[in-house]
């Protein structure tokens, strides 16, 4: 919703009104944009979406594994966004704050899918059909051996990352996929710095466990 009607807007040409407020709000902080939003510019939650639409979902289907469901978390993550915005601590990183919004939906459909253990074996069945992987590694300049060698590590990092246990596949998501800092993942998943380094530590270690047999 929020993502379709931002894209649509990006139509405009350069050099209408519109055009020059997107170009101008495009060169500011989230935190200026923000502050525009709740001075009463409109588009400028617009830009928050294009700003952070494609890096929640990505970051949101490593963690559940079902890129619809993932979307639809997207959505809802930029609802809560527009409704509690005025509220938001701008003293805090804009970024830090959306991904925590967006990490609580995602821990709450792996909550809600694991009381169903059916729907999460058809889930992951679904997506190591999938022709689509998590990791976007992708070069048209590669040997086919060296694609079909590429796709398949993709899959088996998607399959590994499934298998890691909730609170650990959130911040190897966050870490290694994401690049997000130890202080980001801190304060989004509510520890403290020495827990995140802690289960990072253990997730990794898990994930090499994983992964060694399936790459033998």
């Known amino acids: 919703m929020f993502a379709e009607e931002s894209r649509s807007a990006g139509t405009a040409v350069m050099s209408s009104p519109a055009g020059k407020i997107r170009e101008e709000l495009g060169a500011l902080s989230d935190s200026e944009v923000v502050q525009r939003f709740l001075d009463g510019e409109q588009r400028g939650f617009g830009e928050l979406v294009d700003r952070y639409d494609?890096?929640?979902?990505?970051?949101?289907?490593?963690?559940?594994?079902?890129?619809?469901?993932?979307?639809?978390l997207v959505q809802e993550t930029f609802v809560r966004v527009y409704r509690h915005?005025?509220?938001?601590d701008q003293n805090k990183k804009f970024?830090?704050?959306?991904?925590?919004?967006?990490?609580?939906?995602?821990?709450?459909?792996?909550?809600?899918?694991?009381?169903?253990?059916?729907?999460?074996?058809?889930?992951?069945?679904?997506?190591w059909d999938a022709d689509h992987r998590p990791l976007e590694w992708e070069d048209?300049?590669?040997?086919?051996?060296?694609?079909?060698?590429?796709?398949?590590?993709?899959?088996?990092?998607?399959?590994?990352?499934?298998e890691l246990?909730?609170?650990?596949?959130?911040?190897?998501?966050?870490?290694?996929?994401?690049?997000?800092?130890?202080?980001?993942?801190?304060?989004?998943t509510h520890t403290n710095l020495g827990t995140v380094k802690s289960r990072l530590n253990r997730a990794r270690n898990n994930f090499a466990r994983i992964v060694a047999p399936m790459i033998e």
Do not use: C
């Not at 915005?85 to 938001?88: A, M, T």
């Not at 919004?101 to 009381?115: G, P, Y």
């Not at 048209?140 to 499934?162: I, N, S, W, Y």
């Open 54 to 72: 494609a890096r929640l979902a990505n970051f949101v289907y490593r963690t559940v594994g079902d890129r619809e469901r993932a979307q639809d």
């Open 85 to 88: 915005l005025k509220r938001f």
């Open 95 to 127: 970024s830090t704050w959306i991904y925590t919004i967006a990490s609580n939906l995602a821990k709450n459909e792996l909550r809600n899918r694991s009381r169903n253990p059916l729907v999460l074996f058809q889930t992951l069945k679904k997506n």
């Open 140 to 162: 048209e300049t590669m040997k086919p051996d060296d694609l079909f060698r590429k796709r398949h590590l993709k899959e088996v990092v998607g399959r590994a990352v499934q």
């Open 165 to 188: 246990p909730e609170h650990h596949r959130i911040v190897f998501v966050l870490r290694e996929l994401e690049g997000r800092t130890y202080e980001d993942i801190a304060e989004i």
